[in-house]
């Protein structure tokens, strides 16, 4: 016994000295830890300080009831049952009773409130027990935050979010996803906690072993008024076709700012929301506003001309068993190359293009490459599929003896919304394709930290030439009688674009639906902005064209903006000499600056002139009409006197 007595008194002296710090090393690292304080996310702001996402603080509030003395405890139990009972509603006692139950039972972390504000979090903390702080009272405060958007679901998938799942899978979205690494995300703090229970851990103090740090502010592109017009306007034409899914947006011509970019899908109830973010995500075949790319390739490449006469075919054309089809049953016959366009006729732009590249089908691939549309966007927002050009030189099952008289009407090929846009875009900038842009710049408070400029991705994608014929038939699109997209014409406005009606699923044809999409810009003759918009799936018992369908969005859009925006006018210069003016102001300069008690000649000068030099010399005037002063009562160079009136006539 005493030997083994011996062991135990060696063995304890072994664990207090020899291995004491790793001892207590592991013990404080089992009942405490610094646990991670989120730092506040950075702002996401419109291109007009308007508030799009931000972070807003909350917080839980939690007693630790063993913490103050009894005498303590008594003593403010009563006022802090009374204080609670005004916030939530229950009496008193049903306070004071539960939290003498949770002292007795020993609770250390016992929840008042959870998930309040700012201005409530400071009520809390100058309650009775609550005020006396961590160490007297027990006061435990747990800080989180949560994103909120002001907007509510307007442009909820472009502005983006960040999120964690439960298997620590992070989902990034819109802008708030794509920059929320490099600007908004902040760093985090870090604060020392107790463990006081299973999976309980108590703030050992109120401050933070190291302060997070918020992130930037990040200024986006879009302003909201039109972002607003562009997300209603879909909606009503969303809701009255019945169209399972649709998007809009709208480009600055010059810089390939986003203005609006509106997403919305329909859910099993059939309420719209803001579901994926098709314009950036979802690519498809364009169809007929694909027939603008077929039509600038081909003009660039000197191979027809608008001029060129081309026979639709009464409206049909067979390629291997295949059909192409104009919409308007036995076709138009012979006509010219751009009425083929202003109409849409299918077999007219498949005649055209099959003539001009049949035999090197090479060469029109090789057009839209040097166009740069086999390229995506390289966009910051995730998702963006690359661009599909069936190429005859490439093997992967693309290309067949059909695939470039599809192409010529908007088969085979695949672009997302936006990829098309950005085409058009080019088109209404001259030729000059720029990069959509979503962020204006990032700052810290008032201090640019990144400003982000325009992107050219070509600087010039087909000649001058080519471009002012295409923008031409754009224009001819709307504004002539037979052009399919006459019925949005206006008188008080000018709109240019290309309609598009798209088969979807046509290879099932219990499955067969329809794309209708309208692009183009406004206004026609100095775009200031393109636009697109794309409605998947409408009822085709309602309709189902380009025109109808998709083309009123576009005009709404247009007019709305136009309408709801100041516009500014500059003028260039107001440094403009009139001789009559100068030699009015001369005479009078001299004849103030020469004659003080002398009376001056006014005969001759505008009557107002004179009455203004005559006055500030001390005289009364009295004249009958306006005009130029032909006689005057006093003579030149008579001396006079402060208040002698003197008579002019007229």
């Known amino acids: 016994m005493f030997f083994f007595g011996i062991l135990v008194v060696l063995k304890l002296l072994s664990i207090q000295f020899v291995q004491g710090d790793k001892y207590r090393a592991l013990a404080e690292k089992i009942s405490s830890k ?117 907007l509510g679901g307007i442009a909820q998938r472009t502005i983006g979010y960040e999120r964690k799942d439960a298997n620590g899978n992070i989902t990034r979205p819109g802008i708030d996803g794509a920059y929320g690494e490099t600007y908004l995300k902040g760093t985090d703090g870090l604060h020392l906690k107790q463990k006081i229970g299973k999976g309980q851990w108590k703030p050992i103090s109120d401050s933070n072993q190291k302060e997070p740090k918020d992130g930037l502010d990040v200024y986006t592109t879009i302003d909201v008024n039109i972002q607003d017009i562009a997300h209603h306007a879909l909606l009503e034409q969303l809701e009255k076709y019945k169209a399972d899914h649709g998007c809009v947006v709208v480009m600055e011509v010059e810089t390939g700012e986003i203005k609006a970019i509106s997403n919305l899908g329909r859910n099993s109830k059939g309420y719209y929301y803001e579901r994926l973010n ?57 006509i010219t190359l751009s009425k083929a366009f202003e109409v849409s006729s299918n ?52 290309w067949s003896g059909i695939a470039l008289q599809w192409m010529a009407y908007g088969y085979g090929v695949s672009f997302t919304p936006l990829q098309t846009l950005t085409f058009y875009n080019a088109i209404a900038n ?70 598009g ?72 210069s107001l440094n403009i000499n009139i001789a009559q003016v100068d030699k009015s102001y001369n005479m009078y300069d001299d004849k103030s600056s020469t004659y003080l008690t002398i009376m001056p000649s006014v005969i001759g000068m505008p009557i107002m002139d004179a009455v203004a030099l005559l006055e500030n010399m001390g005289l009364k005037v009295q004249f009958s009409k306006t005009g130029k002063v032909k006689t005057q009562s006093i003579a030149k160079g008579v001396k006079i006197k402060r208040n002698q009136t003197i008579i002019l006539n007229v």
């Open 34 to 150: 610094a646990m991670v304080v989120p730092a506040n996310r950075g702002n996401v702001y419109s291109a007009n300080g308007d508030l799009l996402a931000t972070s807003i603080p909350k917080y839980d509030i939690r007693l630790d009831l063993l913490t103050s003395t009894s005498k303590r405890f008594e003593k403010h139990i009563g006022d802090l049952s009374d204080s609670l009972s005004v916030y939530f509603g229950n009496t008193p006692s049903y306070y004071t009773k539960k939290l003498r139950k949770e002292r007795k039972n020993k609770n250390r972390y016992f929840l008042l409130a959870r998930d309040i504000g700012y201005s409530d979090y400071v009520w809390f903390r100058n309650l009775p027990l609550l005020n006396l702080g961590a160490y007297k009272g027990g006061l435990i405060v747990e800080q989180n935050t949560k994103r909120e958007y002001p």
């Open 278 to 334: 098709y314009a950036v995500g979802e690519s498809h075949e364009p169809g007929s506003t694909f027939k603008l790319i077929a039509l600038t390739a081909a003009l660039e490449d000197k191979k027809v001309d608008t001029s060129d006469v081309v026979d639709t075919k009464k409206g049909v054309l067979s390629y291997y068993g295949k059909k192409v089809r104009d919409s308007k049953h036995g076709g138009y016959g012979k």
């Open 347 to 398: 077999t007219g732009l498949v005649t055209a293009i099959d003539k001009a590249y049949r035999k090197k089908p090479s060469e029109f691939v090789d057009r839209l490459y040097a166009m740069n549309l086999n390229t995506d966007l390289d966009l910051p927002i995730i998702g963006e599929p690359k661009p599909i050009i069936p190429d005859p030189r490439i093997k992967n099952k693309r």
């Open 430 to 499: 001259g030729g000059e394709m720029v990069k959509p842009k979503f962020l204006k710049e990032v700052k810290r408070f008032d201090e640019v930290i990144v400003p982000f400029e325009k992107e050219v991705i070509n600087k010039q994608i087909c000649s001058k030439e080519t471009t002012a014929k295409v923008k031409q038939l754009l224009k001819n699109v709307v504004e002539k009688k037979h052009g399919t997209g006459h019925g949005l014409y206006s008188k008080n406005f000018s709109m240019a674009g290309k309609t």
């Open 501 to 572: 009606t798209c088969q979807k699923d046509y290879k099932n044809k219990d499955k067969l639906a329809y794309i209708s999409s309208f692009a183009g810009f406004f206004p026609a003759d100095n775009p200031k902005y393109s636009c697109i918009v794309v409605i998947h799936e409408p009822d085709k018992s309602v309709g189902y064209y380009g025109a109808d369908v998709s083309g009123p969005v576009f005009k709404k859009v247009a007019q709305k903006i136009f309408t709801d925006t100041p516009v500014e006018d500059e003028l260039t």
